[in-house]
């Protein structure tokens, strides 16, 4: 993907994370966002990189912790605040590392497909060939029956020949 697209992603990605961040604080506490958030840092895990995964997803809790803070949230403990941060910290976390991690996969997939695609064609071009003896000119049928090469080629056009050695023509080359 292009460095241009990909800041345009990671920007947009971000503005909807502040929207989301702006919609939790207005609607207050009783009403949680907090599902809304995985859109931005799984949309930058996917479409930009690892990384900026990362990246949104820390400024993902960031965003919440401010948005909870300022909604005014009554916590029996003033920690739990802390600690309510730091668990949709790992959640957001996990979610950038899984996603980007499945991406890598699913790439890693069409590329060995692609291989996988060439390897088939090759062994397409190569089935093509005719093992033909270099010494008497005879050819191993599909019946395993030797014929002449010039019958062999009458019947199957367009293939080529490859050089090798029958096995009596090696025995006897040997002798």
């Not at 990384?51 to 948005?67: C, D």
């Not at 003896?133 to 030797?146: A, F, K, L, M, P």
Request: charged share 20%; net charge neutral.
């Amino acid at each position: 993907m292009f460095p241009k697209k990909k800041s345009a992603i990671s920007l947009a990605s971000l503005a909807v994370l502040v929207l989301i961040g702006w919609i939790d604080y207005v609607t207050g506490y009783e009403f949680g966002f907090f599902i809304f958030y995985f859109i931005p840092v799984s949309i930058t895990a996917w479409f930009v990189d690892r990384r900026s995964g990362l990246f949104m997803a820390s400024a993902s809790a960031v965003i919440w912790y401010y948005s909870d803070l300022y909604t005014d949230h009554p916590y029996s403990n003033s920690y739990f605040i802390y600690w309510e941060m730091f668990m949709r910290l790992v959640s957001f976390l996990t979610t950038a590392l899984t996603i980007a991690r499945i991406r890598e996969l699913v790439e890693n997939e069409r590329r060995l497909n692609d291989e996988l695609m060439r390897a088939l064609s090759e062994v397409g071009e190569l089935q093509k060939l005719l093992p033909v003896c270099h010494h008497c000119g005879q050819q191993q049928s599909d019946e395993t029956v030797r014929e002449r090469i010039a019958n062999y080629l009458a019947a199957r056009r367009g293939q080529e020949t490859s050089r090798l050695v029958c096995p009596e023509c090696g025995r006897n080359c040997q002798s």
